[in-house]
């Protein structure tokens, strides 16, 4: 009898050539980690896909939901596999195309991924067309443009037969790109910035800066809420919280004011490096966009950047304010960034802020505070929150050199 299963595509993996199944891999681990709350029997690799067996044909719907949203997926079918017996695989498409609700045109697409099968696909869509043709007489075949198309391969041994499919996220698996570490504040952009470059493969270390004690801890609450948002999709190795509240009072004695924001993130951007190389991570990200506001100039972007060695990504530059809600609101994250919460950027802000610093006197007013000292001091007081939805991720040993309690809080 015909069994439901859930058929993983993927496109970009099937360009890699020879790394192929080291991306293979780590997309079925990381489906795996993904399904495993949901009664799913195995992730296997088969001729070009995967294959999700299900230990409840009912639990279709919701596996092919949860996978859609793992980096790597292209397309997500829910197909019926059977043996490669021409009654059985004509009553799966009879039973498939049934399911596929409102249509008025059809087409059959067979291929044949082996051989050995006596039929050709062209034979395959005659004999599989002219059985649907006679189960649906009112219905008509289109083959240039049909609302439904059927599907029928056969691959060694059996065949999948299915008319639902569903884009997924795309990309590629994560871990299969190395580590970053993301700036997470509690706005719109920051975790659309983090997911962009998780779906490119890249494990996502997030730090957020808190303005604890001189601010409640609300905002690092939302970043546990927005690292939960994003969990579907295992991108999230873990959260680091940096309390900043008073090294920002520190510096705000000392600094003239306008240059405040570029000390701050001077200061943050330092910390997050020396995190990253801690973690073997070897870039970071921000959700900055350009001119959205007083410190995503040109002139002050290279002002900050020149604190750090590694490269710093910063997905949204070219995006707007709409397109970056846009996906948000997909993601799931606009709402809890929706909620206000003081964190560091509400701390010490200055009335007029410098939107195109000139670098000398950045550096003058950098050498007013011991930077080195306050960098050593926050790493110290760094605490972090494991996201168990990433099976890729290993936290590093070298954390025990200068962290006290090693713990999650
Ligand atoms: P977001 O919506 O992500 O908060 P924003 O438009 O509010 O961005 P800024 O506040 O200027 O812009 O922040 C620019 C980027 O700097 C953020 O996208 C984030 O990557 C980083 N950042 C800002 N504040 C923090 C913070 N408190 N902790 C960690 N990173 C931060
Ligand atoms: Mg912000």
Not at 110 to 121: E, F, G, K, P, V
Not at 266 to 272: G, K, L, P, S
Not at 313 to 338: H, M, N, V, W
């Amino acid at each position: 009898m015909a069994k439901r299963v859930c058929l993983i595509h993927y496109h970009e993996i099937g360009l890699k050539g020879k790394n192929r199944s080291t991306f293979e891999n780590f997309l079925v681990s990381n489906l795996r980690r993904a399904l495993r709350d949901l009664p799913v029997k195995d992730v296997t690799r088969t001729s070009g896909h995967l294959l999700i067996s299900l230990s409840d044909d009912e639990a279709a719907i919701p596996v092919a939901q949860a996978a859609l949203q793992v980096p790597g997926v292209a397309r997500v079918s829910i197909a019926l596999l059977c043996p490669r017996d021409e009654q059985q695989f004509c009553d799966a498409a009879v039973k498939v195309l049934g399911e596929a609700g409102e249509f008025k045109t059809f087409k059959v697409h067979a291929r044949r991924s082996n051989t050995d099968y006596h039929l050709h696909s062209l034979e395959l869509n005659r004999l599989v067309g002219s059985v649907l043709c006679e189960a649906f007489p009112d219905k008509r075949v289109d083959v240039h443009n049909p609302d439904v198309t059927v599907y029928v391969n056969v691959v060694q041994g059996d065949v999948y037969v299915y008319a639902a499919s569903q884009p997924g996220v795309g990309g590629l698996p994560v871990g299969s790109a190395g580590k970053v570490v993301s700036l997470l504040s509690s706005g719109f952009d920051s975790p659309v910035a983090t997911w962009m470059v998780g779906r490119r493969g890249a494990i996502c270390l997030p730090i957020h800066f808190s303005g604890r004690p001189m601010t409640a801890d609300t905002s690092e609450y939302l970043c546990q809420d927005l690292m939960q948002a994003l969990r579907p999709s295992g991108i999230i190795g873990r959260l680091y919280v940096v309390p900043f509240g008073e090294v920002q009072r520190q510096i705000s004695l000392v600094v003239p004011q306008s240059l405040r924001i570029i000390m701050y993130r001077r200061m943050m951007f330092a910390i997050a490096e020396r995190v990253a190389r801690l973690e073997g991570a070897k870039a970071l990200v921000t959700g900055e966009s350009l001119g959205q506001v007083a410190s995503q100039t040109l002139e002050n972007i290279a002002a900050v950047d020149e604190v750090v060695s590694m490269p710093v990504f910063r997905p949204l530059i070219g995006s707007d304010k709409q397109e970056i809600i846009e996906r948000a609101k997909a993601l799931g994250t606009y709402d809890i960034c929706c909620e206000t919460a003081p964190d560091c950027c509400t701390l010490f802000m200055p009335r007029r802020p410098e939107t195109h610093a000139r670098i000398d006197q950045v550096h003058a007013a950098w050498d007013l505070f011991d930077h080195d000292a306050m960098i050593e001091e926050l790493l110290a007081s760094i605490e972090y929150v494991d996201a168990e939805g990433c099976p890729s991720y290993r936290p590093p040993k070298e954390l025990k050199t200068f962290h006290k309690t090693l713990g999650p809080r």
